[in-house]
């Protein structure tokens, strides 16, 4: 019975260390709690109230505005407008079709555009955003913004659109924007380039002058809610313009080339002489630069990639085509260069043996006497595969390199040039590993076979011509140095433009070009390019007129000229494609030398034109739409 008092005391003892230790921990652990609470509050106090002020306001970047594009006047051929805009952000998108289902209905979105952006999610990295549409109206605007809640990934704001005032008349030259690519991103990791809204430059100049049109980017601040609703604006600060770029195009006669070359497929080209600058660059038929700045839809795509005119292709510098006669003033310089007698006649026939070959000239009947003003005037093929035979290749090859041919100019701000080719026996020998033969050399004399150029180059040519220096084309209004002499005799370069002037005011292949002034004379050489090849047995039959072959199957029309022939200060060249032949270019290239001389009388001609083709570019687009939409079979 003794032991009951000491095994209690043992028992309270224990239990008294269980308790002090547990208080001991209460205290430590409450301690501990205290202390970190007076951490938070107070060491990291601005920590957590930066966090927390985070979660309340948004913070976001403002995509710059582009520099503008401007021509030689100052008046702008690329600018910015303020529009309301739709963007989605994958990241965010929770029901992408269920988003889409509904913007369908708000927007008016077609299956052929919602179909669009399934695709463009589908290549979009997670954060970057796909343009739904631009320049939405303001009733859709507020209708998405109203619905915001209920389309997690929309993003709607208001902001600024690239715009081309003349469309598809300058769309070859400056090109389009649009909201940058996945493959953009990952080569350059810049985060701007995941800004919604942002749009950097896909072709031409928007593309190449990129580093120079794109500005500095705004940023907001927003007080937004829980769900990421927009409360209230806090702070803005501006973006800052890119900077505007000057080139040397006249807006004006841009514009009128583009539109003179009405229903045909093709190019005009037209430089100052003295500066070589380059004051039209028209390639026609082309796309509205507006549509593909705002997302082009799958419907226009395939109206545009299955053209067979190719309004997709920048025929001015992507374009290569046989020069044809346009090079005979060429050839002709490289007959005097050596030694040839401009007062020596051939006979034309209409026909000659060559090397075993017959070759015809394109008068059946022949030229009769020639010589080589007349040879040049009349285009007489005859005499230069006599002369070019006599001579040889080599210092025909030579001349043409001298006067642009084959040549990628540099410092032009394009993306691309197809600089075509001037053959001659080395050439022939890399390219197909055979000999040159006579029948080759005939034919370069009058520009077939493997000679090929483009619009721009052929416009230089003239340019090189009317000059007699090396004149060299650019696109940017600045200061360059003086054109580098040709080293060509005056002499002789005297004779040539003799023979070009006749060719539109004398006894020439082009009269009818003669511009309706009484103290401007235009010079210039007449073209026709052959795409086919025509057998013995159609030319006994009679050779079939153009008018009677599928389009594709046309010769190429082509012209160059300059103005005025005292004081050449303009020089054009002018292809038309499967045109039938140079009188499907030289009015063209008449016309838009008149628009600079007398544009009312250009203004007058061309009005006319138009009413006989339906109407205007935009008119005629709108049509061939129509039309498209007619034919194509739908789902």
Not at 121 to 139: F, G, K, N, T, Y
Not at 230 to 255: F, M, N, P, Y
Request: hydrophobic letters at 40%; proline letters at 6%; glycine letters at 10%.
């Amino acid at each position: 019975m003794a032991k009951q008092p000491t095994n209690k005391r043992i028992l309270e003892q224990k239990f008294s260390r269980r308790a002090a230790i547990l208080g001991a921990l209460q205290l430590g652990l409450g301690g501990v709690l205290a202390g970190r609470l007076a951490w938070l509050a107070i060491a990291e106090n601005q920590k957590w109230q930066l966090l927390s002020e985070s979660n309340r306001l948004q913070l976001s970047l403002i995509p710059p505005r582009r520099g503008l594009l401007l021509d030689r006047t100052g008046v702008p051929l690329a600018s910015n407008k303020s529009v309301f805009m739709i963007d989605l952000l994958p990241d965010r998108l929770e029901d992408a079709d269920g988003v889409l289902k509904q913007l369908a209905e708000l927007l008016g979105l077609s299956a052929d555009e919602t179909d669009r952006l399934r695709s463009d999610l589908a290549q979009a990295l997670d954060h970057q955003p796909v343009r739904v549409a631009s320049d939405v109206e303001w009733d859709q605007y507020a209708a998405v913004n109203v619905r915001l809640p209920d389309l997690p990934g929309v993003s709607p704001m208001r902001g600024f659109s690239r715009h081309y005032p003349a469309g598809a008349a300058t769309a070859h030259l400056l090109g389009y924007v649009g909201a940058p690519s996945r493959e953009e991103y990952e080569k350059t990791g810049d985060p701007l380039l995941m800004v919604p809204g942002m749009q950097v430059g896909k072709d031409m100049l928007e593309k190449t002058l990129e580093k120079d049109l794109t500005g500095k980017p705004g940023a907001r601040r927003a007080e937004v809610t829980a769900t990421g609703k927009v409360v209230r604006e806090l702070a803005v600060r501006s973006d800052t313009i890119g900077k505007s770029v000057q080139l040397t195009i006249d807006g004006g006669l841009q514009t009128y080339a583009s539109r003179r070359l009405g229903t045909q497929s093709g190019s005009v080209v037209v430089l100052d002489v003295i500066s070589g600058g380059v004051l039209a660059m028209a390639s026609m038929p082309a796309y509205d630069p507006n549509s593909f700045s705002d997302g082009i839809s799958q419907f226009e795509w395939d109206m545009l990639s299955q053209d067979e005119r190719v309004p997709l292709r920048n025929k001015t510098l992507q374009g290569l085509y046989p020069p044809g006669s346009t090079i005979k003033p060429i050839t002709a310089l490289a007959l005097l260069h050596e030694n040839i007698d401009p007062d020596e006649t051939v006979l034309c026939t209409g026909r000659i043996n060559i090397a075993g070959g017959t070759f015809h000239c394109w008068r059946r009947s022949g030229h009769g006497v020639v010589d080589m003003n007349r040879a040049i005037a009349e285009s007489c093929d005859i005499y230069f595969y006599v002369m070019g035979i006599r001579v040889g290749i080599q210092p025909i090859a030579d001349m043409a390199r001298r006067f642009g041919l084959g040549e990628r100019f540099s410092g032009l701000p394009v993306p691309y040039q197809y600089y075509g080719t001037v053959p001659d026996p080395a050439w022939k020998r890399r390219r197909y590993n055979e000999p040159w033969e006579a029948y080759d050399t005939v034919n370069a004399t009058i520009g077939q076979g493997y000679l090929l150029a483009n619009p721009l180059q052929l416009a230089v040519m003239t340019a090189r011509l009317a000059a007699g220096e090396k004149t060299h084309p650019k696109l940017l209004a600045a200061k360059v140095a003086p054109a580098a002499p040709l080293g060509i005799d005056p002499r002789m370069l005297a004779i040539v433009r003799q023979g070009m002037e006749d060719v539109v005011n004398g006894r020439g292949t082009a009269t009818r070009a003669r511009l309706p002034l009484a103290n401007i004379k235009l010079a210039g050489k007449t073209g026709t390019a052959q795409v086919r090849r025509i057998t013995m047995a159609e030319r006994r039959r009679g050779v079939r007129s153009n008018a009677s072959l599928p389009w594709k199957l046309r010769d190429h029309g082509l012209f160059i000229g300059y103005a005025p022939t005292d004081r050449p200060r303009y020089a054009v060249a002018v292809v038309i494609e499967h045109g039938g032949g140079s009188g499907a270019a030289y009015p063209i290239a008449s016309d838009t030398l008149l628009y600079l001389f007398d544009k009312g009388q250009a203004m007058e001609r061309l009005a006319s034109l138009e009413n006989g083709w339906g109407g205007g570019i935009e008119e005629r687009m709108a049509r061939e739409a129509a039309e498209f939409a007619a034919r194509t079979p739908s789902d």
